[in-house]
């Protein structure tokens, strides 16, 4: 089968080559004219203030939801590995934090075999329906782009779900139990019930008054008591047509692409108001792919992501090749000259991404380029001055004339989990439905994906040319998600983390990061940083960074929106010298770190 061949010896190359990419197919996201609501619930914690004390074990699970976790671990006693207990996660994520992935979306995965030194990316993105073409958004009457809430909540926006298919890719190839296994856990919770939590109840109570989560029978019978009032939180939800659905999925995975359950998800995607055009055939053909992982060396370590049609591992991997030539050990998280070249950085690379990257099966992404050493140390000079870059745009990497446009939403949503097994295997994986409540339609009890509006709603750029992020029947859209694993230069695991957050996700889980290879904080402390999110002329800071580094940004010329919330999801699980596991879940969500 096609691996991703990132033995522990190729990995250790790359210190000797400079640079270890593998040529795959892929794309990537961006910014919205309207932002989705925002998360009431999620900042549970301060950010920056004291984390709790980190779980350290053989092995471990981080990810957005304690039920998930212990289905996941539940797994791991019964002998099953990493693969066995992301198919747990998952299928219980779906059900109990609806708002943010489940069996209607997508996922990307990172798996690394302890035994072989293999690493795989497994795509599962989402597919646009054969009828899509570069005017998927497009109001015919006006002729200019929808509106984000007319796009996002429209059957126009619902992909071929793909996490369920790349999970029996993963199983087959990796999975020790039996693949029905994996549901029990979410089965056993839908038909009992689970109690709606804080988070959930506040994402339905914050989304219901500014978008038509009502505005479904389905939604509106499962979110909100028979008075029309957000489910309270303790309130004991159950969901039989869930349950029915894991059961059938424990049979056969293709159940959720052909029979009943598929007819199910297409009489709601063509539903009107705003009925889109996925068809039973859409589903039915839609495979998820074996990639080839983009790794690059960063210091003493290879940093390892997603290719396209993820941008995390590009994007990342530029922001911390820019800044490779900085001392960043000596400016901490406390200082100015720190964040200042992490903005610098980002914005540089997010420049790059929006212009270039899309789905290689359609165009073509200067992988390679991108991620070249002479274009990043050029790249990289221009952070080495004394005030804020002026204007920053794409620069012009080997194998290209001229960068592109983009017009792509920015939408937040998402889970991330780090899984590590007794026997080494890693699995970093992020999760969506993309936006809050996906597309709020549903069927067989979970929620359909709005995944298509990682599309750019305007195809075409200045010059009339289809953008690189233009829809197109059968295309991966753009994605920022970003599960990334760490090696040392023997090839040994060192490290997993990614997040959930649009487009932020990749300045989330850079800085992760930095925080703990740069920084030397614990996975739970560099979770917990505020986050900063540079991409174009404003730079968002999340409330908890110090005043006098904000003071000392904007006298360098930064225009900032600060003290805001930010939606991240960080889950990380790093590896001591001694081979402890030690585990950070983001405060912002309702997450723990987990041991057997």
């Given at each position: 089968?096609?691996?991703?061949?990132?033995?522990?010896?190729?990995?250790?190359?790359?210190?000797?080559?400079?640079?270890?990419?593998?040529?795959?197919?892929?794309?990537?996201?961006?910014?919205?004219?309207?932002?989705?609501?925002?998360?009431?619930?999620?900042?549970?914690?301060?950010?920056?203030?004291?984390?709790?004390?980190?779980?350290?074990?053989?092995?471990?699970?981080?990810?957005?939801?304690?039920?998930?976790?212990?289905?996941?671990?539940?797994?791991?006693?019964?002998?099953?590995?990493?693969?066995?207990?992301?198919?747990?996660?998952?299928?219980?994520?779906?059900?109990?934090?609806?708002?943010?992935?489940?069996?209607?979306?997508?996922?990307?995965?990172?798996?690394?075999?302890?035994?072989?030194?293999?690493?795989?990316?497994?795509?599962?993105?989402?597919?646009?329906?054969?009828?899509?073409?570069?005017?998927?958004?497009?109001?015919?009457?006006?002729?200019?782009?929808?509106?984000?809430?007319?796009?996002?909540?429209?059957?126009?926006?619902?992909?071929?779900?793909?996490?369920?298919?790349?999970?029996?890719?993963?199983?087959?190839?990796?999975?020790?139990?039996?693949?029905?296994?994996?549901?029990?856990?979410?089965?056993?919770?839908?038909?009992?019930?689970?109690?709606?939590?804080?988070?959930?109840?506040?994402?339905?109570?914050?989304?219901?008054?500014?978008?038509?989560?009502?505005?479904?029978?389905?939604?509106?019978?499962?979110?909100?008591?028979?008075?029309?009032?957000?489910?309270?939180?303790?309130?004991?939800?159950?969901?039989?047509?869930?349950?029915?659905?894991?059961?059938?999925?424990?049979e056969d995975w293709r159940n959720l692409y052909e029979g009943p359950i598929?007819?199910?998800?297409?009489?709601?995607?063509?539903?009107?108001?705003?009925?889109?055009?996925?068809?039973?055939?859409?589903?039915?053909?839609?495979?998820?792919?074996?990639?080839?992982?983009?790794?690059?060396?960063?210091?003493?370590?290879?940093?390892?992501?997603?290719?396209?049609?993820?941008?995390?591992?590009?994007?990342?991997?530029?922001?911390?090749g820019l800044l490779e030539p900085f001392d960043m050990a000596a400016t901490?998280?406390?200082?100015?000259?720190?964040?200042?070249?992490?903005?610098?950085?980002?914005?540089?690379?997010?420049?790059?991404?929006?212009?270039?990257?899309?789905?290689?099966?359609?165009v073509f992404v200067p992988v390679e380029g991108l991620l070249d050493a002479?274009?990043?140390?050029?790249?990289?000079?221009?952070?080495?001055?004394?005030?804020?870059?002026?204007?920053?745009?794409?620069?012009?990497?080997?194998?290209?004339?001229?960068?592109?446009?983009?017009?792509?939403?920015?939408?937040?949503?998402?889970?991330?989990?780090?899984?590590?097994?007794?026997?080494?295997?890693?699995?970093?994986?992020?999760?969506?439905?993309?936006?809050?409540?996906?597309?709020?339609?549903?069927?067989?009890?979970?929620?359909?994906?709005?995944?298509?509006?990682?599309?750019?709603?305007?195809?075409?750029?200045?010059?009339?040319?289809?953008?690189?992020?233009?829809?197109?029947?059968?295309?991966?859209?753009?994605?920022?998600?970003?599960?990334?694993?760490?090696?040392?230069?023997?090839?040994?695991?060192?490290?997993?983390?990614?997040?959930?957050?649009?487009?932020?996700?990749?300045?989330?889980?850079?800085?992760?990061?930095?925080?703990?290879?740069?920084?030397?904080?614990?996975?739970?402390?560099?979770?917990?940083?505020?986050?900063?999110?540079?991409?174009?002329?404003?730079?968002?800071?999340?409330?908890?960074?110090?005043?006098?580094?904000?003071?000392?940004?904007?006298?360098?010329?930064?225009?900032?929106?600060?003290?805001?919330?930010?939606?991240?999801?960080?889950?990380?699980?790093?590896?001591?010298?001694?081979?402890?596991?030690?585990?950070?879940?983001?405060?912002?969500?309702?997450?723990?770190?987990?041991?057997?």
């Open positions: 089968m096609l691996r991703i061949l990132q033995t522990t010896t190729a990995i250790a190359a790359t210190f000797a080559t400079g640079l270890a990419l593998a040529a795959c197919s892929g794309p990537a996201g961006t910014a919205s004219d309207t932002a989705p609501p925002a998360d009431p619930a999620g900042q549970t914690e301060a950010a920056g203030t004291e984390p709790a004390q980190p779980a350290a074990g053989p092995a471990m699970i981080s990810a957005a939801n304690p039920l998930a976790v212990e289905a996941g671990l539940e797994a791991l006693r019964n002998g099953g590995d990493a693969v066995d207990a992301a198919i747990a996660v998952q299928s219980v994520l779906g059900l109990v934090e609806p708002q943010s992935s489940g069996l209607g979306g997508g996922a990307f995965m990172l798996y690394y075999d302890a035994q072989t030194g293999d690493l795989t990316a497994y795509d599962g993105r989402e597919t646009a329906p054969a009828a899509a073409g570069p005017d998927l958004f497009i109001d015919p009457e006006t002729g200019e782009p929808l509106g984000f809430f007319d796009a996002v909540f429209s059957g126009h926006s619902v992909g071929v779900p793909g996490a369920v298919a790349m999970l029996a890719m993963a199983h087959a190839d990796h999975g020790e139990l039996d693949w029905a296994n994996g549901f029990t856990a979410a089965t056993e919770l839908a038909e009992d019930g689970f109690e709606v939590s804080p988070r959930l109840n506040g994402l339905i109570a914050a989304v219901a008054p500014r978008t038509p989560l009502d505005e479904w029978e389905a939604t509106r019978d499962y979110f909100f008591t028979d008075a029309g009032e957000p489910l309270p939180v303790g309130h004991v939800l159950r969901n039989p047509d869930y349950a029915a659905t894991t059961r059938a999925l424990a598929a007819e199910d998800i297409i009489a709601a995607v063509q539903a009107g108001p705003r009925p889109g055009t996925l068809t039973l055939a859409d589903l039915a053909s839609y495979e998820p792919v074996r990639r080839e992982a983009i790794c690059r060396p960063y210091r003493d370590w290879s940093v390892c992501g997603m290719p396209p049609p993820a941008s995390g591992g590009i994007s990342v991997n530029e922001i911390l901490g998280p406390e200082t100015v000259e720190g964040w200042r070249r992490f903005i610098e950085a980002s914005r540089l690379a997010y420049a790059d991404r929006d212009a270039y990257v899309g789905d290689t099966d359609f002479d274009y990043i140390a050029t790249r990289s000079a221009r952070i080495e001055r004394d005030t804020a870059i002026p204007a920053v745009t794409p620069g012009t990497p080997p194998g290209v004339d001229q960068p592109g446009a983009d017009a792509t939403a920015d939408v937040p949503g998402t889970s991330h989990f780090v899984i590590v097994d007794s026997d080494g295997d890693v699995v970093s994986m992020t999760t969506t439905v993309e936006s809050v409540f996906g597309s709020h339609r549903m069927a067989g009890g979970f929620l359909l994906n709005n995944q298509l509006t990682d599309f750019s709603r305007e195809p075409h750029g200045a010059d009339g040319q289809l953008v690189p992020n233009a829809p197109a029947g059968g295309k991966r859209p753009r994605s920022s998600m970003s599960p990334t694993i760490v090696f040392d230069m023997d090839g040994d695991f060192v490290l997993g983390t990614g997040s959930p957050g649009g487009s932020s996700i990749i300045a989330y889980t850079a800085k992760s990061l930095v925080g703990m290879l740069d920084w030397g904080l614990t996975p739970q402390e560099a979770v917990s940083l505020p986050n900063v999110v540079a991409r174009g002329d404003v730079v968002r800071i999340e409330d908890g960074m110090a005043p006098e580094v904000l003071d000392g940004l904007r006298e360098l010329g930064f225009e900032l929106d600060a003290n805001r919330g930010e939606n991240s999801g960080l889950h990380a699980v790093r590896q001591l010298e001694d081979g402890t596991l030690v585990g950070g879940a983001d405060p912002r969500r309702e997450g723990v770190a987990r041991q057997p």
